[in-house]
């Protein structure tokens, strides 16, 4: 098992948007128990941020003057500059809302994030990048196997493609202020411990997951990768793919990318179950590694 990052490598104050999501409830968290001061953010559903433990704060991140506020300690009972930012909030996936209303509520608030974050003088940015860049639902085969940071973004949607805009936008900030650090993460399937009594049915046919290439990321390797991230110091734009370290089937990957994409080159001798979203650059920069797995639970 990795070590924990040492807390003194991590910001002492860090706001979290999407903090009330499947994966912002688990960064929330994971990082109050590391000692983190969190001022957690959504607008999910209009609550009472009285009704959400800890400090909370409801805010629409399509409008920049909000933002500012959140981060700036402007909000009233929500004082203190923010140190770091970790960016989840966003409509989660294609075909929830019109195409044309989901690329206006993510690149608004993507911008709003990352335009208030170099305003208010912070200088790391953590932000959710995506798998689908990778080239999801793979109807056109990944160009090899196990899939990774170093070929272009590949979009297939419209959700994709803000992903590979934020990828890029992020690029140019850092160019414009050296000495700030933005890590985008592509995470893999946020899954539950709840949600892995599925898992066992995916085997009956391959390809109903073969749109990721059988991956997922458990929501508390999840935290452990924002956390990992927060505490990486190089300066400029980076991105990793984040998953577990298995699939999400029974039978090994080998054996699935014979059946399902045969003709694809597998570039390294493979684990049994090993993930096919490569992990490597994470572990080998973040000293990223997962703690948990499906098996562990079903």
Known sequence: ???????????????VTGATGKLGRAVVAHLRDRGVD???VDRAGGRDPRDVEGEFLLADLTDYGQVVEAFTGGADEHPG?????????????PGLLPNAATFANNSAATYNVFAAARAAGIKRVVWASSETVLGLPFDTPPPYAPVDEDYPPRPETTYSLNKALEEEMARHFCRWDPELTMVGLRFSNVMDVEDYAQFPSFDADPRLRRWNLWGYIDARDGAQAVERALAYDRPGAEVFVIANADTV???SSAALMAEVYPGVEIRKELGEHETLLSIDKARRLLGYEPRHSWRDHV
């Open 81 to 93: 500059r923010a140190d770091a930012v970790v960016h989840l909030a966003a409509i989660p996936a």
């Open 1 to 15: 098992m990795t070590d924990p990052v040492s807390t003194s490598a991590l910001p002492a104050r860090v706001v």
């Open 38 to 40: 969190v001022l957690a």
């Open 249 to 251: 089937m029974s039978r």
